[in-house]
Structure formats: C-alpha cells, structure tokens
C-alpha cells in the first residue's frame, strides 16, 4: 500500500464530494494495492486515514460509507479500518497525513512521521 496511491485517489474524490467517488476511490485503491497483508495495523491505518477522513469531510459517516467496501477485504485489514474509525485519537495529523490546498483545490499529502 503506498500512501501516493491512496493521496491521489482520495484528493479525487474530495475535490469531487461525492460519496459514490469516494466508494470507487477506495474500491480502486484496494484493488491495485490494498489487499496484501504488511508490517503492521498502523501501516495499513495509514494508507486508511485519507478516505476516512475525505467521507467527513463530505459529511458521511466512514463506517457507514466505506464499511461495505472494506467488508470484502481480508480480517486483517477490517479490523485496520475499524481502528481507524474507531478512536478519536487516530486523527489523520496522527497518521502523518495534511490537507493541503492547491490551485486545483484541497489535496492530501504525506510526510513521513519523524
């Protein structure tokens, strides 16, 4: 799972605010990246944290939006995404993540957690 891949999918979506962009995002980025097991929950979190937070942004619940999506994925990467909706202190700050704004509207970046 690469955090440009989820960026790049997940600033469509949010640029876009719709719910159904945002499904397809993350259905897109599971598909090329996000179905083989890795590292640790807080590497999988990570890749996460942009399409939880863009469903808020876009005044959907995550777990209500994204839970049917996430459903079809190994037990490994559910209980990711449950931890990632789950707590209010897994913030996308927390996880590394910005919203940053472009000439071509909001966009998210990563910077590597020192």
């Known amino acids: ?5 989820g960026a790049r999918e997940s600033t469509r979506a949010l640029r876009d605010g719709s ?3 945002l ?14 097991p890795y590292g640790d929950q807080r590497d999988a979190m990570i890749g996460l ?5 863009c469903a808020r942004r876009i005044g959907q619940d995550p777990g209500d939006l994204l839970g049917p999506v996430i459903a ?17 202190d897994v913030t996308l700050e927390a996880l ?4 940053v704004d472009t000439d071509d509207g909001p966009a998210y970046r990563f910077a590597w957690p020192e």
């Open 49 to 53: 944290a942009p399409f939880v937070d």
């Open 19 to 21: 719910p159904s962009a």
């Open 96 to 99: 590394g993540w910005t919203v």
């Open 72 to 88: 079809n994925c190994p037990p490994w990467l559910r209980q990711a995404f449950a931890a990632t909706i789950g707590y209010p």
């Open 23 to 36: 499904r397809s995002a993350l259905e897109r980025w599971l598909a090329v990246s996000g179905r083989a």
């Open 1 to 5: 799972m690469t955090p440009g891949l």
